[in-house]
């Protein structure tokens, strides 16, 4: 059974980064480099919404408009890790955030496409 663990959640006062990891493990076999990965947020009261995808590929990345320029999403295939850098944080970006995994190559921006996630962790951007 395939699991997915984020970390690298936190306090930060707005303008700051963080660096949240998700790291994949428990499926034998099982290679980052083949299937899309997304992140994904979910702040008190909303729905969850996408906030980046690279395909499987690697080559195809995906953001959200309101965190263009700000996010990068990136992976490491060897470690089956991909990362969110996230940058000039805004209040507005306090949720908590998701990772998952396409049993496929292309990104999809909805949430039931996804067949496998995380348990998430809890970024908060405050003074």
């Known amino acids: 059974q395939l699991q997915l663990v984020e970390s690298g959640g936190g306090l930060v006062q707005p303008g700051g980064s963080l660096r949240l990891s998700c790291a994949a493990s428990g499926a034998s076999g099982f290679i980052l480099d083949y299937y899309a990965w997304g992140w994904f947020r979910q702040a008190p009261g909303k729905e969850r919404e996408g906030v980046s995808c690279i395909s499987g590929t690697g080559e195809s990345v995906h953001y959200v408009d309101s965190v263009k320029g700000r996010f990068t999403i990136s992976r490491d295939i060897r470690a089956n890790t991909v990362y969110l850098q996230m940058d000039s944080l805004k209040p507005e970006d306090t949720a908590v955030y998701y990772c998952?995994?396409?049993?496929?190559?292309?990104?999809?921006?909805?949430?039931?496409?996804?067949?496998?996630w995380g348990q998430g962790t809890q970024v908060t951007v405050s003074s």
């Open positions: 998952a995994v396409i049993l496929g190559r292309l990104c999809h921006k909805e949430v039931e496409k996804y067949d496998y």
